[in-house]
């Protein structure tokens, strides 16, 4: 079965530090791996997705993840976070057209 | 290129009133459309999707129902809202002739009061 586990429900983080939001997946195939960012009361946006190649994916935003097979793991990164950045990530994991599996997602707050 | 709307955008129902959320798509043909609900706190749980016109798969019993009549509309339903019936609603598309992963819609507030 699938599954991911986004292992943080919280975190605040200072305008123009660094940001790392990490999630572990557990897929029985070949995963494809995707973050989505929400702002409050609206729809899920794409950030990122993994599919093969480069383990190291960029995405809008500036936002970027790491793929790490052995650790089962898809952290989404920023060097440099912004106000704008505070809302709710989700990861997620499934088939390239069909169902994905979300995470419970993190909510970040940004600091002045 | 392609787009979702979903609609109404809030809706404040009373408990045993029926419901209808609607959701369609343009720029594609024979998409993957889906049904999520986010309750507060809780992630997204998958309700509702479907691969084609009439077929409909659903992920967890409820109260709640969905029809695809057409190739890109889909529709939530209820006969009778319960007051569990309230959260936010997301529709979503994936396949089709574009696209991946999922596109979501705006998202719809039901309030079941």
């Known amino acids: 079965a699938q599954s991911v586990t986004q292992p943080d429900i919280h975190i605040t983080v200072s305008e123009g530090a660094s940001l790392e939001l990490r999630c572990n997946y557990s897929y029985g195939a070949t995963p494809y791996l995707f973050w989505y960012v929400q702002s409050p009361g609206q729809g899920l946006q794409l950030l990122l997705k993994?599919?093969?190649?480069?383990?190291l994916v960029q995405g809008i935003k500036g936002f970027e993840a790491e793929f790490k097979r052995s650790q089962s793991s898809f952290n989404l990164r920023k060097p440099s976070v912004h106000w704008s950045d505070a809302a709710e990530y989700f990861c997620?994991?499934?088939?390239?057209?069909?169902?994905?599996?979300f995470g419970a997602g993190t909510q970040v707050v940004v600091t002045p | 290129s392609q787009t979702i709307h979903q609609w109404p955008a809030t809706l404040v129902q009373p408990v045993g009133s029926p419901l209808s959320l609607e959701c369609t798509v343009e720029g594609t043909s024979n998409p993957n459309l889906y049904w999520y609900r986010q309750a507060a706190g809780r992630g997204l749980q998958l309700l509702f999707y479907?691969?084609?016109?009439?077929?409909i798969s659903s992920e967890v019993p409820q109260n709640l129902s969905a029809s695809r009549p057409q190739d890109r509309q889909f529709i939530l339903s209820s006969k009778k809202l319960l007051l569990s019936d309230s959260g936010f609603y997301l529709c979503?598309?994936?396949?089709?002739?574009?696209?991946?992963?999922?596109?979501f819609g705006s998202g719809t507030r039901l309030t079941v009061v």
């Open positions: 479907s691969v084609g016109i009439g077929q």
């Open positions: 979503a598309w994936s396949g089709g002739t574009g696209g991946y992963g999922y596109t």
């Open positions: 993994y599919f093969s190649g480069d383990t």
């Open positions: 997620a994991v499934g088939a390239l057209w069909g169902k994905l599996q």
